[in-house]
C-alpha cells in the first residue's frame, strides 16, 4: 500500500479477479462506515475506484492509476459513498 497524498492511497492486489476485486474494495468501504463510528462522533464515509487487469504482461502502472483515479471521481459524482472498477 502507498500513499498517494492527501486522502488517497494505492493498494496492489496480484491474481484479484474484478469480481474480487469489487467485493474486497466494498468490505473496506462497509467497514470504513461501519467501525470509525465507533472512535468519532460522526458518520464516515468513502468513495473507492479500482482498476483491474487480465493480461499481466501489457501492464501500464500510470494507466493503472489513471483508470481508477477516474473510477474514484465517477464514484464521488454519482452519489458518493460507493465503490466503482
Known amino acids: ?45 468513502c468513495s473507492i475506484g479500482g482498476c483491474s487487469i487480465s493480461d499481466y504482461e501489457k501492464v501500464d502502472i500510470d494507466s493503472m492509476i489513471a483508470c481508477a483515479d477516474q473510477n474514484l471521481y465517477s464514484a464521488k459524482v454519482t452519489g458518493k459513498n460507493k465503490v466503482l472498477v
Open 1 to 45: 500500500m502507498e500513499d498517494l497524498g492527501g486522502e488517497e492511497f494505492l493498494i496492489i492486489l496480484p491474481g484479484t479477479t474484478q469480481e474480487d476485486l469489487f467485493k474486497i474494495l466494498e468490505s473496506f468501504r462497509i467497514a470504513i462506515e461501519e467501525e470509525l463510528v465507533r472512535y468519532v462522533n460522526f458518520k464516515v464515509t
